[in-house]
């Protein structure tokens, strides 16, 4: 969607107009709209036939063609940069054939960081996948939108909407990755296209680390998840300004193109949703898209852990011992528990290999985790509080929730008591699982230092499972992959 802002009263297309409950005239926002239209909107009003209750939405045909769409924004006392942007995306999610292909909005409210927030929802909602219709049954034609402003803001709102629309592009590579059927989305099918992606900047570069080379540097989680699968597990770094030197934010990704849990099969039902379990690594590579087009210029590093989870003759078994690259042992008791195998690699990668700032990794590690958070908010466990605290709070400030959970010693404990390993890759009984997850985790997350001044580096871990995708409540998509936390990321990155 093009997003254009100018000062001036002209409406082009469909007029667009929040409304906040308890509306009963549009008064000053109504220069330029056609006579009819206005009556009509104001009889509207003033009959409640419209309350304005917040994404509530109404279409009003003007008798002399011009046409309307009331979006409600809800009391105006509750109203937030969160209650803009889901107006937003609630009137693309409203659009119809017969609102053509233009809008134009027109606010009451002056706030800037508001406007910008309703354009940011129209973006971010403004997307679907489509990519395997053969007909392209779409009665929306791509929609161009209009902004009108005071005179005064059009530089701060132009630059304002040219940086949310440079991240929704991230968010929706991140939902592109994780809508793609999993016959199409394998380990080096990522790993390619995250090479071709990188050819558009001068700024990025993508290693990928093939199956041969992940077995020579003892990269024993990723490669033993991947093995049992004819399409072979890989690794995949990107960096953003690499040039830079001085620590820098690793974020680390679980991709899992698809989880039939192994040779601990999961049930049928639901098993082709096991096709968004990469949604960690599109996370990460939605990210670094979005911090390249913002032209964000510091070093940054992702780094994805790519492999099918499949169960055949050459597929790890139950029982199995691994090295991973840390050297640690892992006894491992289920086969679909493989999410924590093939981040225990890329933890350790991101905290050796570089001058990691923190590491933050993104999972749809547990079912546990969605148990306990619903679709409502991602788990996220630190092993430094402020940390947590600073992604809490980005995640607040764009309207991702990410709910603190707890890194507790007992379930350290329950995963490193393995009575032949140095840990163990299941709980010892099904309670606390994303906890117990979590946990494990954190045996693979380095030391830096020496002796006494030895600390682990500052790392989160971010479960995914149920904000990744069927997060009904997400004003900002539709179906399908969400794209979660690209946009939180920016923010804890840049400040901004
Ligand atoms: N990919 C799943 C987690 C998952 C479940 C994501 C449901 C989204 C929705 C993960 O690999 C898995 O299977 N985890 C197991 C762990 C268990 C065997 C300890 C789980 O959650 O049941
Ligand atoms: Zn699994
Ligand atoms: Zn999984």
């Not at 296209?193 to 003892?218: C, D, F, M, P």
């Not at 999961?266 to 960690?280: H, R, T, V």
């Not at 700032?357 to 306990?372: K, N, P, Q, R, S």
Request: aromatic fraction near 6%; charged fraction near 20%; proline fraction near 3%.
């Amino acid at each position: 969607m093009q997003v254009t802002v100018s000062s001036g009263n002209n409406i082009y297309g469909t007029l667009v107009l929040p409304i906040f409950e308890g509306t009963d005239t549009i008064g000053a926002t109504n220069e330029g709209i056609p006579n009819s239209l206005n009556a009509q909107i104001n009889r509207v009003l003033s009959e409640g036939d419209f309350k304005g209750k917040a994404n509530s939405t109404m279409t009003l045909l003007g008798t002399d063609g011009g046409k309307a769409m009331l979006v409600g924004l809800g009391k105006e006392a509750d109203a937030t940069v969160h209650t803009y942007r889901d107006a937003g995306a609630s009137a693309v999610a409203a659009r119809k054939k017969v609102h053509g292909s233009e809008f134009t909005v027109n606010f009451s409210t002056k706030d800037t960081a508001a406007i910008a927030a309703f354009a940011e929802g129209m973006m971010l909602r403004d997307y679907d996948y489509d990519e395997y219709k053969s007909k392209d049954d779409d009665d929306d034609a791509d929609l161009s939108t209009r902004i009108n402003c005071n005179e005064s803001d059009v530089e701060t709102l132009g630059a304002a909407v040219e940086r949310a629309a440079a991240i929704a592009g991230g968010v929706h590579l991140s939902r592109d990755l994780g809508n793609c059927p999993p016959n199409d989305m394998y380990p080096m099918a990522f790993a390619e296209k995250a090479e071709a992606w990188a050819k558009q900047y001068s700024n990025v570069t993508v290693e990928v680390i093939e199956y041969e080379a992940a077995k020579r540097l003892g990269m024993g989680g990723l490669v033993a998840v991947g093995m049992g699968s004819a399409r072979k597990p890989c690794m995949v770094i990107f960096t953003l300004n690499g040039d830079q030197s001085g620590p820098h934010p690793v974020l680390v990704g679980k991709g899992i193109t698809f989880d039939t849990g192994g040779i601990s099969i999961k049930p049928s039902p639901s098993m082709d949703e096991m096709k968004y379990d990469m949604g960690g690594s599109a996370t990460v590579f939605g990210t670094m898209e979005a911090l390249a087009a913002i032209g964000y210029d510091k070093k940054v590093v992702g780094i994805t852990c790519m492999a099918e989870n499949m169960p055949s003759s050459n597929a790890q078994r139950p029982g199995d011992v691994i090295t991973t690259l840390s050297g640690k042992t892992i006894e491992v008791l289920n086969t679909d528990a493989e999410g924590r195998l093939v981040l225990s690699d890329g933890l350790w990668k991101a905290g050796t290999d570089f001058d990691a700032e923190y590491i933050v990794d993104f999972a749809t590690l547990t079912g546990a985790c969605v148990v306990a958070l619903g679709h409502e908010a991602t788990g996220l466990w630190s092993n430094d509080d402020d940390f947590r605290t600073r992604i809490h709070d980005a995640g607040n400030d764009v309207g991702e929730l990410a709910w603190p959970m707890p890194l507790l010693p007992a379930f350290e404990k329950e995963m490193t008591d393995s009575k032949i390993a140095d840990t163990r890759n299941l709980g010892a009984g099904r309670w606390g699982g994303a906890n117990t997850a979590a946990a494990f985790l954190k045996q693979f997350v380095p030391e830096k230092g020496e002796g006494d001044d030895a600390k682990q580096v500052t790392w989160a871990h971010m479960d995914i499972a149920g904000t990744y995708w069927g997060a009904k409540t997400n004003k900002t998509v539709g179906h399908g992959a969400t794209g979660v936390h690209v946009r939180t990321m920016v923010r804890l990155i840049t400040g901004e």
